[in-house]
């Protein structure tokens, strides 16, 4: 798998050294590079599609925002537990009896960003792995925060580390303790109008251009606000669908290509609320138009020059006339039986001489043991 994405990262700089460029110099990750070739005159499509830009006006963004805290306890046999959860739109609620009142995270959590979990009168049993999750479901985010606590009688035994992996809590039985879980993203907070935090726009730069000086083509927002730059969009040359943010479908389309569209087209996302910033490339070049072929009857090439073979079968007018049309045998027909037949030759030849080499050695080993024996 590693290697596969290294070698589409060797062949995306090799081919898009330009659009590299302009990444490094804009913001936003490059999520896909591609090459389009296609004739003069004909459409051209350059898809652009994320379901994160989806835009709906969610009555229930309340619900989209939940945190809650987990805990694994070490014995018996790494159990798992439920400790609380909470969302703007509902009360924290506790999943078991003997920790209600004991433990709680702050009302305000989803104002300030403190997700911090309290423990009141520290118990044994309160030892383990402490997981903080926040999840924002409408733009797909997810963090987890993870802290191990574990009890100890001795006061002199209570501190706090950090042990590679993890901060590690030893508390005094019986004391209180706060598993700190903090994040003032906007996004776990009260969100702006999605509207004004949605935006998407391509940009265009032809052959020999610099990234910075790339040509605006448009830019769309949520609230249904379209900003066009120049000409081609009022002409219906380029276009992108009304409905972009309902279907997360931000495709450019463009008709009639001329060789003045050849260059980089990049589609930009950027959803500011959701932290959202993607940036699509592709390379268009155009082609000269294709030439249609005219339709004529059969005919047949030999030797690179036309020469139609027909023969009447039928000369009476009232009958359909049929034509039977010979097709020569080809050069490359003639080429294959002949490498057979040379295969064949070498093959015997070979036997041969293996067979001449070897009744050689044989005459020679049997003349030198007759003369071995005559001298003995």
Not at 293 to 305: G, H, I, K, M
Request: charged residues 25%.
């Amino acid at each position: 798998m590693n290697l596969d994405m290294n070698l589409l990262q060797i062949l995306a700089v090799l081919f898009l050294p330009k659009a590299w460029c302009q990444s490094s110099s804009s913001g936003g990750g490059v999520v896909e590079t591609k090459n389009i070739t296609l004739p003069a005159g004909s459409r051209a499509v350059l898809p652009c599609h994320s379901p994160s830009m989806v835009w709906t006006r969610d009555q229930l963004k309340d619900r989209q925002r939940v945190v809650h805290w987990d805990i694994v306890h070490s014995s018996p046999e790494y159990s798992g537990e439920r400790l609380l959860d909470m969302s703007p739109g509902a009360r924290q609620r506790v999943y078991n009896g003997f920790n209600k009142g004991r433990i709680s995270i702050p009302d305000s959590a989803f104002t300030d960003g403190n997700f911090s979990l309290v423990i009141n009168n520290v118990v044994t049993s309160d030892k383990g792995l402490y997981t903080c999750n926040l999840h924002h479901h409408y733009c797909q985010i997810h963090e987890s925060i993870q802290i191990q606590l574990n009890v100890t009688k001795s006061v002199r035994k209570e501190k706090r580390y950090w042990d590679g992996e993890k901060t590690v809590f030893v508390v005094l039985l019986g004391s209180s303790v706060v598993l700190p879980c903090v994040n003032r993203r906007a996004l776990w907070r009260d969100g702006l109008q999605e509207d004004q935090q949605q935006v998407a726009h391509w940009d265009f730069q032809p052959p020999g251009v610099r990234p910075n000086k790339a040509d605006r083509l448009v830019d769309l927002y949520a609230s249904g606000e379209r900003r066009d730059y120049g000409p081609l969009f009022a002409q219906s040359k380029m276009s992108v669908a009304e409905d972009a943010f309902t279907f997360g479908d931000f495709s450019l389309s463009i008709s009639d290509l001329k060789p003045a569209d050849k260059g980089l087209y990049s589609c930009h996302l950027h959803h500011h609320y959701c932290g959202l910033h993607e940036r699509r490339i592709f390379r268009l070049t155009v082609t000269p138009p294709l030439l249609r072929e005219p339709t004529t009857s059969p005919r047949v090439f030999l030797n690179d020059e036309l020469e139609p073979k027909t023969e009447r079968v039928s000369t009476d007018k009232d009958n359909p006339r049929v034509v039977n049309v010979f097709l020569p045998e080809q050069r490359g027909y003639f080429v294959q039986h002949l490498g057979y037949f040379l295969a064949t030759f070498l093959l015997l030849a070979f036997i041969v001489f293996a067979v001449i080499v070897l009744t050689r050695r044989r005459k020679k080993r049997g003349l030198e043991y007759e003369t071995g024996r005559s001298v003995g």
